[in-house]
C-alpha cells in the first residue's frame, strides 16, 4: 500500500512540474499523401502545404508530405522511416491505383478501422483506387464526373452545429470551385455536412445535361462517418486556389483534421435530405 501511495505522489509531483514548465502535450501527426497516377491536379501541391502551414500555426500537429505511398504500412521500415503506427491520421489529395500492395491496403483500413485513427479525403481522393472495394466504402463513394466543372458553387450548410461548419454564419456560400459528382453513394452511411443547393444550379443546359447522373439531385459536398473505430472526413472542396485561400473553407478543413485526429467531437449520424 505504501508502495502505491509513494507512486501516485511521485505521478503527482511529475504532472505538477510538467504543468509549471508548461510543456505542452505531445503534437499529433498527419500523413498526407499526394501520388498521382491519374489526373493531375495543379492544387495538389498547395493544398497539402496548406495543411502543414495550418499544423505549423496552430501548433496541433505536424505534417509529413509524401507522393509515395512508402509510410502507408504497419511494416518495420528502414532508414529511419515511419510507419502507420507513428501517423494519428492519413490525407490523401490523389487519383488513379496508387502503389500499394494487398498488405498496405489491409494496413490503411486497420489503421483507420480498428486502430481508430483519422482518414481525410481531399477533393480527388474517390477518383483512387476503383479496383479496391473497401476503399470506396471507407471514403463513401467513388468519382462520377463534374457536371459544371469549375463554376461559382452555391453550398447550403446542412449541418450548422457541427464544428467544420457552425463559423458559416449564414447557412450558405459560393466558391469557385469544381464539385464531384459520387457514384456508390448513400446518405444513409454518412453524415451530410453541405451539399450544393440544386435550386440554384443549371440543370437544362444541353451541354450539362447529359452529365448529369444523380437523378435525386442530391449533391453531397462535405461528410463525416464513422469506420470502425475510426474517423473519416471527405470533401469535394480544393480544386482551385481559391477554395484553399477562402477562410471559411480553410476552417472547415482545420477542424475536420481536429476532429480526425480526435481532438473534437462531433455527430456521425446519417440524416436525410432536408426538405425545403
Not at 508502495?3 to 510538467?18: M, R, V
Not at 499523401?33 to 501541391?45: E, L
Not at 452555391?154 to 449541418?159: F, H, Q
Not at 486556389?241 to 455527430?267: F, P, Q, R, S
Request: charged letters at 25%; hydrophobic letters at 35%.
Amino acid at each position: 500500500m505504501r508502495t502505491l501511495c509513494a507512486l501516485a505522489i511521485a505521478c503527482a509531483a511529475l504532472s505538477f512540474t510538467a504543468a509549471l514548465s508548461g510543456q505542452a502535450p505531445s503534437k499529433k501527426k498527419v500523413l498526407c499523401i499526394g501520388q498521382v497516377k491519374g489526373f493531375q491536379h495543379d492544387s495538389v501541391t498547395y493544398g497539402l502545404a496548406s495543411i502543414w502551414k495550418w499544423g505549423q500555426e496552430t501548433g496541433l500537429y505536424d505534417t509529413y508530405i509524401r507522393t509515395d505511398c512508402e509510410l502507408i504500412t504497419k511494416k518495420k521500415l528502414p532508414n529511419n522511416a515511419k510507419n502507420l503506427d507513428w501517423f494519428d491520421a492519413v490525407v490523401f489529395y490523389t487519383t488513379g491505383e496508387l502503389d500499394m500492395d494487398d498488405s498496405q491496403k489491409a494496413d490503411l483500413l486497420s489503421f483507420v478501422r480498428d486502430d481508430g485513427k483519422g482518414f481525410v479525403g481531399v477533393h480527388s481522393a474517390p477518383d483512387t483506387f476503383y479496383k479496391w472495394p473497401e476503399y470506396g466504402e471507407m471514403i463513401g463513394g467513388y468519382f462520377d464526373g463534374h457536371p459544371w466543372d469549375t463554376f461559382k458553387a452555391p453550398i447550403l450548410i446542412e449541418d450548422p452545429n457541427s464544428p467544420m461548419t457552425k463559423h458559416f454564419a449564414a447557412g450558405e456560400f459560393v466558391v469557385n470551385d469544381e464539385i464531384y459528382q459520387v457514384r456508390d453513394w448513400s446518405r444513409d452511411k454518412v453524415r451530410v455536412l453541405m451539399r450544393l443547393n440544386e435550386d440554384k444550379l443549371d440543370l437544362t443546359n444541353e451541354k450539362i445535361k447529359p452529365r448529369i447522373k444523380r437523378t435525386d439531385k442530391d449533391w453531397a459536398v462535405t461528410w463525416i462517418k464513422s469506420y470502425g473505430k475510426g474517423r473519416v472526413l471527405y470533401s469535394t472542396l480544393g480544386h482551385t486556389y481559391e477554395a484553399w485561400d477562402n477562410k471559411d473553407v480553410a476552417k472547415m478543413y482545420l477542424e475536420g483534421l481536429k476532429w480526425a485526429l480526435g481532438l473534437t467531437e462531433a455527430d456521425t449520424s446519417s440524416h436525410p435530405k432536408p426538405v425545403k
